[in-house]
Protein backbone atom coordinates (compact mmCIF):
# COMPACT_ATOMS: atom_id res chain seq x y z
CA UNK A 1 0.00 0.00 0.00
CA UNK A 2 2.64 2.64 0.73
CA UNK A 3 4.21 2.03 -2.53
CA UNK A 4 0.87 2.74 -4.37
CA UNK A 5 0.74 5.56 -2.46
CA UNK A 6 4.07 6.65 -3.36
CA UNK A 7 3.50 5.94 -6.84
CA UNK A 8 0.48 8.03 -6.51
CA UNK A 9 2.09 10.94 -5.29
CA UNK A 10 4.65 10.84 -8.24
CA UNK A 11 2.23 10.85 -10.32
CA UNK A 12 0.43 13.62 -9.41
CA UNK A 13 3.71 15.60 -8.81
CA UNK A 14 4.54 14.64 -12.47
CA UNK A 15 1.13 15.36 -13.78
CA UNK A 16 1.21 19.29 -12.25
CA UNK A 17 4.73 19.44 -13.22
CA UNK A 18 3.55 18.64 -16.96
CA UNK A 19 0.82 21.31 -16.26
CA UNK A 20 2.97 24.13 -15.05
CA UNK A 21 5.26 22.96 -17.80
CA UNK A 22 2.67 23.46 -20.84
CA UNK A 23 1.04 26.76 -18.78
CA UNK A 24 4.83 27.96 -19.55
CA UNK A 25 4.65 27.29 -22.50
CA UNK A 26 1.19 28.38 -23.79
CA UNK A 27 1.69 31.80 -21.96
CA UNK A 28 5.16 32.34 -24.03
CA UNK A 29 3.28 31.45 -27.63
CA UNK A 30 0.95 34.18 -26.46
CA UNK A 31 3.56 36.70 -25.48
CA UNK A 32 2.94 40.21 -27.23
CA UNK A 33 5.77 41.27 -29.81
CA UNK A 34 6.59 44.93 -29.19
CA UNK A 35 9.17 45.23 -32.22
CA UNK A 36 7.98 47.85 -34.68
CA UNK A 37 4.89 48.91 -32.80
CA UNK A 38 4.06 51.65 -31.63
CA UNK A 39 4.04 52.18 -28.02
CA UNK A 40 3.23 55.75 -26.41
CA UNK A 41 4.28 56.27 -22.69
CA UNK A 42 3.44 59.26 -20.92
CA UNK A 43 5.81 60.98 -18.54
CA UNK A 44 8.65 58.97 -20.46
CA UNK A 45 11.36 61.39 -20.50
CA UNK A 46 12.80 60.85 -17.12
CA UNK A 47 12.12 57.79 -14.34
CA UNK A 48 10.48 55.08 -14.83
CA UNK A 49 8.96 55.90 -17.87
CA UNK A 50 12.49 56.16 -20.02
CA UNK A 51 13.33 53.16 -17.94
CA UNK A 52 10.97 51.42 -19.31
CA UNK A 53 11.13 52.99 -23.20
CA UNK A 54 14.86 52.00 -23.11
CA UNK A 55 13.55 48.18 -22.43
CA UNK A 56 11.06 48.83 -24.99
CA UNK A 57 13.87 50.27 -28.04
CA UNK A 58 15.94 47.16 -27.19
CA UNK A 59 12.85 45.47 -28.21
CA UNK A 60 12.50 46.88 -31.24
CA UNK A 61 9.46 49.13 -30.37
CA UNK A 62 8.67 52.95 -31.81
CA UNK A 63 8.50 55.27 -29.32
CA UNK A 64 6.64 58.27 -28.28
CA UNK A 65 7.55 59.84 -25.09
CA UNK A 66 5.25 62.88 -24.14
CA UNK A 67 6.02 65.08 -20.74
CA UNK A 68 5.02 68.78 -19.78
CA UNK A 69 9.25 69.51 -20.12
CA UNK A 70 10.56 69.52 -23.47
CA UNK A 71 14.20 69.86 -22.46
CA UNK A 72 14.03 66.62 -20.46
CA UNK A 73 12.36 65.50 -23.37
CA UNK A 74 15.11 66.23 -25.67
CA UNK A 75 17.48 65.14 -23.65
CA UNK A 76 15.04 61.16 -23.50
CA UNK A 77 15.15 61.84 -27.45
CA UNK A 78 19.31 62.07 -27.85
CA UNK A 79 20.03 59.26 -25.33
CA UNK A 80 17.08 56.85 -27.28
CA UNK A 81 18.01 57.80 -30.59
CA UNK A 82 21.54 57.67 -29.86
CA UNK A 83 21.64 53.93 -29.56
CA UNK A 84 19.38 53.43 -32.12
CA UNK A 85 16.02 54.22 -31.66
CA UNK A 86 12.84 55.20 -33.36
CA UNK A 87 11.43 57.51 -30.68
CA UNK A 88 9.04 61.01 -31.41
CA UNK A 89 8.23 63.24 -28.22
CA UNK A 90 5.39 65.34 -27.63
CA UNK A 91 5.79 68.23 -25.61
CA UNK A 92 1.98 67.80 -23.30
CA UNK A 93 0.17 68.06 -20.40
CA UNK A 94 -2.01 65.41 -20.23
CA UNK A 95 -4.58 66.80 -17.65
CA UNK A 96 -5.40 68.63 -20.09
CA UNK A 97 -8.17 66.96 -22.75
CA UNK A 98 -7.40 68.82 -25.80
CA UNK A 99 -3.63 68.89 -25.61
CA UNK A 100 -4.40 65.19 -25.34
CA UNK A 101 -5.90 64.74 -28.58
CA UNK A 102 -3.54 67.40 -30.48
CA UNK A 103 -0.68 64.69 -29.49
CA UNK A 104 -2.33 62.02 -30.66
CA UNK A 105 -3.40 63.39 -33.75
CA UNK A 106 0.02 64.36 -34.15
CA UNK A 107 1.46 61.13 -33.67
CA UNK A 108 -0.93 59.35 -36.00
CA UNK A 109 0.08 61.65 -38.92
CA UNK A 110 3.80 61.43 -37.92
CA UNK A 111 4.19 57.47 -36.73
CA UNK A 112 0.85 56.12 -37.03
CA UNK A 113 -1.59 54.56 -35.18
CA UNK A 114 -0.67 54.03 -31.35
CA UNK A 115 -1.07 50.09 -30.50
CA UNK A 116 0.26 50.24 -26.89
CA UNK A 117 -0.50 53.05 -24.38
CA UNK A 118 1.69 53.82 -21.09
CA UNK A 119 0.02 55.92 -18.62
CA UNK A 120 2.99 56.82 -16.33
CA UNK A 121 2.68 60.45 -15.92
CA UNK A 122 2.78 61.09 -12.26
CA UNK A 123 3.45 63.56 -9.15
CA UNK A 124 4.23 62.58 -5.64
CA UNK A 125 2.61 64.85 -2.57
CA UNK A 126 4.25 63.86 1.05
CA UNK A 127 3.74 64.94 4.41
CA UNK A 128 0.57 64.82 7.33
CA UNK A 129 -3.37 65.29 5.86
CA UNK A 130 -3.09 68.36 7.70
CA UNK A 131 -1.01 70.10 6.06
CA UNK A 132 -2.70 69.08 2.39
CA UNK A 133 -4.98 71.56 0.32
CA UNK A 134 -7.70 70.39 -1.86
CA UNK A 135 -5.16 71.88 -4.81
CA UNK A 136 -3.11 68.85 -3.67
CA UNK A 137 -5.94 66.41 -4.11
CA UNK A 138 -7.17 67.97 -7.66
CA UNK A 139 -3.79 67.86 -8.85
CA UNK A 140 -3.21 64.14 -7.39
CA UNK A 141 -6.89 62.84 -9.19
CA UNK A 142 -5.76 65.22 -12.37
CA UNK A 143 -2.79 63.53 -13.10
CA UNK A 144 -3.85 60.22 -12.26
CA UNK A 145 -7.41 59.93 -13.32
CA UNK A 146 -8.44 62.05 -15.53
CA UNK A 147 -4.86 61.85 -17.51
CA UNK A 148 -5.48 58.49 -18.30
CA UNK A 149 -8.92 59.15 -19.21
CA UNK A 150 -7.94 61.58 -21.68
CA UNK A 151 -5.41 59.40 -23.10
CA UNK A 152 -7.41 56.68 -23.26
CA UNK A 153 -10.44 58.01 -24.66
CA UNK A 154 -8.24 59.01 -27.70
CA UNK A 155 -6.78 56.40 -28.52
CA UNK A 156 -9.70 53.84 -27.96
CA UNK A 157 -11.81 54.51 -31.02
CA UNK A 158 -8.36 53.59 -33.33
CA UNK A 159 -7.46 50.45 -31.34
CA UNK A 160 -11.31 49.08 -31.53
CA UNK A 161 -11.54 50.11 -35.66
CA UNK A 162 -8.13 48.10 -35.70
CA UNK A 163 -9.24 45.02 -33.34
CA UNK A 164 -6.99 45.24 -30.47
CA UNK A 165 -4.54 47.05 -28.43
CA UNK A 166 -2.28 47.22 -24.96
CA UNK A 167 -3.06 49.42 -22.26
CA UNK A 168 -0.81 49.73 -19.19
CA UNK A 169 -1.52 52.10 -16.45
CA UNK A 170 0.93 52.51 -13.80
CA UNK A 171 -0.86 52.50 -10.64
CA UNK A 172 1.05 51.83 -6.97
CA UNK A 173 0.39 49.62 -3.70
CA UNK A 174 -0.61 52.95 -2.51
CA UNK A 175 -3.95 52.75 -5.06
CA UNK A 176 -4.33 49.44 -2.88
CA UNK A 177 -4.29 50.26 0.46
CA UNK A 178 -4.13 53.84 1.89
CA UNK A 179 -0.53 55.42 2.68
CA UNK A 180 -0.32 57.66 5.40
CA UNK A 181 1.52 60.84 4.53
CA UNK A 182 0.63 59.80 0.72
CA UNK A 183 -3.06 60.63 0.81
CA UNK A 184 -3.93 62.75 -2.33
CA UNK A 185 -1.59 60.43 -3.95
CA UNK A 186 -3.21 57.10 -2.85
CA UNK A 187 -6.50 58.56 -3.54
CA UNK A 188 -5.48 59.33 -7.09
CA UNK A 189 -4.12 55.84 -7.58
CA UNK A 190 -7.35 54.03 -6.25
CA UNK A 191 -9.44 56.17 -8.69
CA UNK A 192 -6.78 54.34 -11.89
CA UNK A 193 -6.58 51.11 -10.21
CA UNK A 194 -10.17 50.95 -9.79
CA UNK A 195 -10.29 52.41 -13.95
CA UNK A 196 -8.03 49.61 -15.16
CA UNK A 197 -10.06 47.33 -13.94
CA UNK A 198 -13.47 48.51 -15.15
CA UNK A 199 -11.34 49.02 -18.50
CA UNK A 200 -10.52 45.88 -18.26
CA UNK A 201 -13.48 43.76 -18.33
CA UNK A 202 -14.92 46.18 -20.91
CA UNK A 203 -12.77 46.49 -23.22
CA UNK A 204 -11.77 42.43 -23.34
CA UNK A 205 -14.46 42.02 -26.12
CA UNK A 206 -12.28 44.43 -28.59
CA UNK A 207 -9.40 42.16 -28.03
CA UNK A 208 -7.94 45.77 -25.85
CA UNK A 209 -5.78 44.41 -22.93
CA UNK A 210 -5.89 46.34 -19.75
CA UNK A 211 -3.17 46.00 -17.27
CA UNK A 212 -2.35 47.96 -14.43
CA UNK A 213 0.70 48.32 -12.39
CA UNK A 214 0.96 48.22 -8.28
CA UNK A 215 4.72 48.60 -7.95
CA UNK A 216 6.26 49.20 -4.22
CA UNK A 217 8.68 51.99 -4.10
CA UNK A 218 11.16 51.92 -6.85
CA UNK A 219 14.75 53.46 -7.35
CA UNK A 220 14.39 55.92 -10.27
CA UNK A 221 15.44 58.87 -8.63
CA UNK A 222 12.48 60.30 -8.41
CA UNK A 223 12.03 61.59 -4.57
CA UNK A 224 14.10 64.90 -6.00
CA UNK A 225 10.96 65.52 -8.00
CA UNK A 226 7.90 65.50 -4.74
CA UNK A 227 6.58 67.92 -3.12
CA UNK A 228 7.18 67.97 0.90
CA UNK A 229 5.04 69.59 3.17
CA UNK A 230 5.41 69.83 6.65
CA UNK A 231 9.04 69.36 7.85
CA UNK A 232 9.60 68.60 5.17
CA UNK A 233 13.54 68.00 5.13
CA UNK A 234 12.41 65.20 8.04
CA UNK A 235 9.73 64.16 5.72
CA UNK A 236 12.14 63.99 2.47
CA UNK A 237 14.86 62.44 4.23
CA UNK A 238 12.73 59.51 5.83
CA UNK A 239 11.26 59.14 2.44
CA UNK A 240 14.36 59.09 0.55
CA UNK A 241 15.99 56.56 2.70
CA UNK A 242 12.66 54.16 2.44
CA UNK A 243 12.69 54.57 -1.84
CA UNK A 244 16.52 53.83 -1.66
CA UNK A 245 17.12 50.44 0.50
CA UNK A 246 17.19 47.07 -0.90
CA UNK A 247 14.59 45.96 2.02
CA UNK A 248 11.71 48.31 0.72
CA UNK A 249 12.58 49.08 -2.68
CA UNK A 250 13.49 47.54 -6.09
CA UNK A 251 15.52 49.19 -8.88
CA UNK A 252 14.07 50.66 -11.97
CA UNK A 253 15.05 48.20 -14.34
CA UNK A 254 13.69 45.05 -12.46
CA UNK A 255 10.74 46.94 -12.14
CA UNK A 256 10.32 47.93 -15.49
CA UNK A 257 11.10 44.29 -16.55
CA UNK A 258 8.62 43.11 -14.34
CA UNK A 259 5.41 45.49 -15.81
CA UNK A 260 6.56 45.33 -18.91
CA UNK A 261 6.36 41.05 -18.95
CA UNK A 262 3.09 41.55 -17.16
CA UNK A 263 2.15 43.92 -20.10
CA UNK A 264 3.21 41.55 -22.90
CA UNK A 265 1.72 38.45 -21.75
CA UNK A 266 -1.94 39.91 -20.60
CA UNK A 267 -1.80 39.61 -16.69
CA UNK A 268 -4.78 41.90 -15.38
CA UNK A 269 -2.01 43.23 -12.42
CA UNK A 270 1.84 43.27 -11.30
CA UNK A 271 2.65 44.20 -8.06
CA UNK A 272 6.77 44.31 -7.42
CA UNK A 273 8.87 44.39 -3.75
CA UNK A 274 8.14 42.15 -0.75
CA UNK A 275 6.89 44.48 1.11
CA UNK A 276 4.29 45.64 -1.51
CA UNK A 277 3.46 41.89 -1.98
CA UNK A 278 3.04 41.37 1.38
CA UNK A 279 1.06 44.48 2.71
CA UNK A 280 -1.58 43.95 -0.44
CA UNK A 281 -2.23 40.35 1.16
CA UNK A 282 -3.34 41.55 4.36
CA UNK A 283 -4.86 44.35 3.01
CA UNK A 284 -6.61 41.62 1.38
CA UNK A 285 -7.25 39.77 4.55
CA UNK A 286 -8.12 42.73 6.38
CA UNK A 287 -8.52 46.12 5.78
CA UNK A 288 -8.89 46.83 9.40
CA UNK A 289 -5.88 45.40 10.58
CA UNK A 290 -3.43 47.00 7.84
CA UNK A 291 -4.74 50.52 8.15
CA UNK A 292 -4.58 49.89 12.27
CA UNK A 293 -0.33 49.22 11.64
CA UNK A 294 -0.13 52.58 9.71
CA UNK A 295 -1.83 54.29 12.10
CA UNK A 296 1.29 52.73 14.20
CA UNK A 297 3.19 53.60 11.93
CA UNK A 298 2.37 57.07 11.60
CA UNK A 299 3.01 58.10 15.35
CA UNK A 300 6.75 57.63 14.70
CA UNK A 301 6.49 60.30 10.77
CA UNK A 302 7.22 63.47 11.28
CA UNK A 303 4.21 65.92 12.34
CA UNK A 304 2.99 68.85 11.19
CA UNK A 305 4.87 72.36 11.69
CA UNK A 306 7.61 73.27 9.60
CA UNK A 307 6.70 75.00 6.37
CA UNK A 308 2.92 73.46 6.99
CA UNK A 309 0.92 73.96 4.36
CA UNK A 310 3.69 75.58 1.88
CA UNK A 311 5.72 72.82 -0.13
CA UNK A 312 8.74 72.51 -1.51
CA UNK A 313 10.90 70.24 -4.02
CA UNK A 314 12.55 66.78 -2.90
CA UNK A 315 15.93 68.60 -4.10
CA UNK A 316 14.84 71.81 -2.07
CA UNK A 317 14.89 69.90 0.68
CA UNK A 318 18.12 67.71 0.93
CA UNK A 319 20.16 67.28 4.45
CA UNK A 320 23.34 64.93 5.20
CA UNK A 321 21.09 62.55 6.40
CA UNK A 322 19.51 62.24 2.58
CA UNK A 323 22.26 62.25 0.84
CA UNK A 324 24.05 60.31 3.25
CA UNK A 325 25.01 56.44 1.65
CA UNK A 326 21.96 55.16 2.65
CA UNK A 327 20.28 57.23 0.06
CA UNK A 328 23.30 56.00 -2.53
CA UNK A 329 21.24 53.98 -4.47
CA UNK A 330 18.41 56.38 -5.37
CA UNK A 331 21.13 59.39 -5.92
CA UNK A 332 23.05 56.77 -8.53
CA UNK A 333 19.43 56.22 -10.50
CA UNK A 334 18.82 60.12 -10.20
CA UNK A 335 22.04 60.36 -12.40
CA UNK A 336 21.00 57.52 -14.83
CA UNK A 337 17.50 58.27 -15.05
CA UNK A 338 17.52 62.42 -16.46
CA UNK A 339 16.09 63.44 -12.76
CA UNK A 340 18.75 65.61 -12.73
Given amino acids: MKADNKNKLWWLAAGAGALMAARAVIRKLGAYDFNHKVVLITGGSRGLGLVMARQLAAEGARLVLCARDEFELEDARMELAGNGADVL ?48 FDEAINIYYWGPIHTIMAVLPGMKARGGGLILNISSIGGKMGVPHLVPYSAGKFALTGLSEGLRAELMKYNINVTVATPGLIQTGSPRHAFIKGQHKKEYALFKIMDSSPLTSMSAEATAKKILDALRFGDAQVTTTLPAKLGAMLHGLSPELMTNIFGMVNKFLPGEGGIGKNRAKGYESETDLSMSPLTERTQQAAQRNNEL
Fill in 89 to 136: VQKCDVTVAQEVNDMITNVQNEFGPIDVLINNAGIINAGPVTEMTLHD
